[in-house]
């Protein structure tokens, strides 16, 4: 049975195409008013990705280096900023980046490619596109146009009420009669966009011709349907729309194939989903089935309008909407549909608004790709805005939602939290039962990205949350098992390489995932543009998938690439020059510095940091290296550390590496460091006053480690790095008893970390005090990004850089100990050395 508005669909009257309004100009957010070109494109297959092999050992690092890039690189002066933005270069980064600059002219110019958008104009664009963030960016769906089409005039004078929507309905035909998506190919969205249409064209008798050219296609192309036999790819709600639409077309008299044998496996599952959510629910319970009213005929209308949202829809969904407006005349339908209209110039979307999808999906985004250092303050804006609708319910794709999903709700969490919001895991009880997690409730199959997302949240877990540990081991055995049978396809997005976007999740979560690795990979995996939605139709979101977001991320990831080869190079003249491998350090053990600090901290106005971060950590292996050479009782060890304390301050920065002895060589080493530009707001003198005092701690400790836990020290050599990044960002130790008491700890957090570390490196796997260690390294590092993801309580704490630098450092030492060795070959292969195409 259908419901009385639907039946008089068929008596429609008949409207001249000619009274239909002109086609709109319009710029393309919507639909794009004119005719599209067929496309044949089939779904894409899922693409396993494959960890390439290092084909190159260190030492021919150098070759590839001179052979592939040092004549077309781009000046390496600071990208300017918007004028607005832009602010004094500080002393000490003129100094490092007209040195590199300066190599450069040596290299030869830059040549840049013919077309190629110039990073400043990209910058620009996505700046603007970020501060028009609105209610979101989202193409039409013919079949929600159709629904509102067919909307009847509500003053009575016999024609539609939004004769706009049938105008973009007849516009918007595609070469072979069907309506969907142009570029992609389903069979699914085809099929159902195309027989809402031909139902909209024959309820108004308009275009009769189009309208069999439509039915044409749906006789053609039934068979297909049962070709796409993943669940995965079946639109929301489809179970319920299609029969529904097909109870109108037998009232219209449409030549539609009713009793095509792969109707029968929907009308299956529509009793199926019916059953999940019982109709007393639905009445009085906000839940999906809201998003698809138009596939339930009897329903009791005056309860439901108690469950509409704040702005007059039904779980933002036009087609539900207008089916409710038809039913019940409903101001509040009307006004929201009248808005959504009007916003999409007749082409209406299959959700409306995607607020909160959009600006946490836009952040993600920015922040995988490795650009999101450019757009600082247009991300803070955007996850204010997004904070100010978290509940403890959790999230939906829009604001103000009475319905909460998981996949909305963990990329806000994990947003959130990453940017120091106080939220609280309880929100994902919401989502459990019996140990299991799910998106809705009365779901019919299980989302990937929404467990992808969860399982990404649940790597944020502070100490004591317990719920984010179930969510994590439930998450992480769903995502393998998925991986093993090679079924990682999802309801909700066809994504350009969601296996490889998992499997890197899975391989290198969040403790063991380096910036620039991370963004390495995401580049290969980001569709841009071509990355397509699954709704109630298939969709696109314009400022989710952008090609500006990609072409910005490749154009700076291989900008930073050949700043982080100069420095190579320049590295790798140091260590002959200082006869690093004298002391014991290996050039691939300067690699692996080099490549940690530039994973790490890539930026190209970082160069101190990462540079002084790679010949401390040289440093430091030389001297423990020279340390392990000689017994407790040999006199050089204890004249060495005299020395160094003896020196004056001012000779540190006038020895040089012309000493004949080792310990004079080692301490013109050292006196290096003094030489390296150093910011403005930290003088030299205060800079070399504390690089002495960071060194000298660590001596004594190594000293003291040497007869109590051997030479190797990670803990303390944590602690170093941490503090040189810091003396060469221009910040020292606080001085505020707060500030003091929460670096103190985490400063025993990390060294503590570090150490056991080492003993999950060492220490077989199965062995007692292996298992003992990886348990006490995981509490610890929940204890670590608690202390750092947390925003100060109380005033005068530690500045929230200084805390990054310790989670930043500290995850470079887990990196160490979590990636295999063949693995750590291919990231400094493709993170160093080989520009993305």
């Known amino acids: ?48 990705r494959e960890n390439a092999s290092l084909n190159a050992g260190p030492q021919e690092y150098r070759s590839i280096l001179i052979d592939k890039r040092l004549g077309e690189v781009q000046s390496q002066n600071k990208i300017p900023e918007l004028k607005e933005e832009e602010e004094e270069e500080e002393e000490s980064h003129k100094v490092i980046s007209n040195s590199i600059a300066s190599n450069l002219c040596n290299c030869g110019k830059y040549q840049r490619h013919e077309g190629r958008v110039g990073i400043y104009e990209l910058i620009k664009e996505i700046k603007t596109m970020l501060r028009s963030l609105n ?160 596939g339930m005929p009897g329903l009791e209308w005056e309860m439901l309008l108690r469950l509409q949202s704040l702005e007059g829809s039904f779980l933002f969904s036009p087609s539900s909407t207008a089916y409710a407006l038809m039913e019940t005349r409903d101001e509040n339908c009307l006004r929201y549909l009248e808005k959504v209209v009007d916003r999409f110039h007749g082409g209406v979307p299959n959700v409306y608004p995607v607020d909160i999808f959009e600006h946490l999906w836009v952040v993600d985004r920015l922040e995988r790709l490795g650009i999101s250092h450019y757009f600082q303050a247009e991300i803070e804006d955007l996850m204010q805005y997004v904070f100010k609708y978290w509940s403890e319910k959790g999230l939906c794709w829009a604001r103000n939602s009475k319905v909460h999903d998981i996949d909305d709700t963990a990329m806000g969490f994990r947003l959130l939290r990453l940017h120091g919001y106080s939220v609280s895991p309880e929100v994902f009880r919401n989502f459990e039962r019996d140990g299991e997690f799910f998106g809705f409730i009365g779901q019919s199959n299980q989302s990937v990205t929404g467990i992808y997302n969860l399982n990404r949240a649940s790597q944020l877990v502070f100490s004591g949350e317990e719920i984010l540990n179930q969510a994590k081991s439930f998450s992480y055995h769903f995502l393998r098992q998925k991986q093993s049978s090679n079924l990682l396809l999802d309801k909700w997005v066809i994504a350009k390489d969601l296996p490889g976007e998992v499997a890197y999740a899975l391989d290198f979560p969040f403790y063991a995932s380096l910036p620039r690795i991370e963004a390495r990979w995401y580049i290969q995996e980001y569709g841009g543009g071509d990355d397509i939605w699954i709704g109630k139709t298939l969709y696109r979101m314009l400022c989710v998938n952008h090609v500006a977001y990609l072409n910005l991320a490749k154009v700076e990831f291989n900008r930073c690439q050949a700043i982080h080869q100069l420095e190579w190079v320049g590295l790798q003249r140091w260590y ?120 000298v701690e660590w001596l004594l400790k190594l000293e003291e480690g040497e007869s109590e836990r051997g030479w190797l020290m990670p803990g303390e050599t944590s602690l170093l790095l941490i503090r040189t990044i810091e003396l060469c960002a221009g910040r020292t130790e606080p001085e505020g008893e707060v500030a003091r008491l929460e670096y103190a700890y985490l400063a025993r957090l990390a060294a503590s970390i570090c150490s056991r570390l080492q003993v999950c490196m060492w220490v077989p796997e199965g062995n007692m005090r292996r298992k003992c260690s990886d348990e006490d390294v995981e509490s610890e590092m929940q204890e670590l990004v608690k202390c750092v993801l947390d925003r100060p309580q109380r005033p005068n704490g530690l500045n929230r850089e200084t805390k990054k630098t310790f989670l930043t450092v500290i995850k470079s030492f887990y990196y160490m100990a979590w990636c295999p060795s063949a693995a750590r070959d291919d990231h400094i292969s493709k993170v160093l050395f080989e520009p993305v195409e």
């Open 135 to 294: 209610d979101g960016e989202i193409t039409s769906s013919a079949y929600d146009t159709a629904w509102v089409a067919m909307v009847p005039n509500l003053n009575g004078d016999g024609g539609p009420h939004f004769p706009s929507c049938l105008r973009w309905i007849i516009d918007n035909q595609l070469d072979d009669g069907s309506w969907g998506d142009e570029k992609l190919f389903s069979a699914h969205d085809r099929i159902i966009n195309t027989l809402a249409c031909a139902v909209a064209l024959r309820s108004w008798s308009v275009c009769p011709a189009q309208c069999e050219r439509g039915l044409l296609f749906l006789r053609e192309n039934m068979w297909r349907m049962a070709e796409e036999n993943h669940e995965e790819l079946m639109p929301i709600g489809f179970e319920v729309a299609l029969p529904s639409l097909i109870d109108i077309a037998k009232g219209l008299g449409l030549d539609f194939p009713y009793k095509d044998p792969a109707l029968k496996d929907i009308y299956e599952k529509r009793e199926i989903k019916m059953k999940r959510i019982p109709r007393e629910v639905m009445h009085k319970v906000p839940t999906s089935l809201l998003h698809s009213l138009e």
């Open 576 to 695: 002959e020059e200082c006869r690093l491998e004298d002391y014991g350090v290996a050039r691939k053990s300067m690699m692996e510095a080099y490549f940690l600090a530039a994973a790490s901290i890539f930026e190209s106005d970082r160069s101190i940091e990462r540079l002084t971060w790679a010949r401390t950590a040289v440093l430091a292996e030389a001297i423990s290296s020279f340390y392990s050479r000689y017994s407790a009782g040999d006199k050089i060890m204890p004249s060495f550390l005299e020395d160094v304390l003896a020196r004056p301050l001012n000779l540190w920065s006038e020895l040089n590496r012309t000493a004949e002895t080792p310990v004079d060589h080692i301490l013109g080493m050292l006196c290096l460091l003094n030489t390296m530009p150093v910011r403005k707001k930290l003088p030299t003198q205060a800079f070399r006053r504390h690089l002495r005092r960071a060194w």
């Open 1 to 48: 049975m259908t419901s009385s508005a639907i039946i008089q669909a068929a008596h429609f009257p008949a409207i001249l195409r000619s009274s239909l309004p002109p086609p709109p100009d319009i710029s393309g957010k919507g639909g794009n008013g004119r005719r599209r070109k067929n496309a044949g494109v089939s779904l894409p297959s899922s693409n396993w």
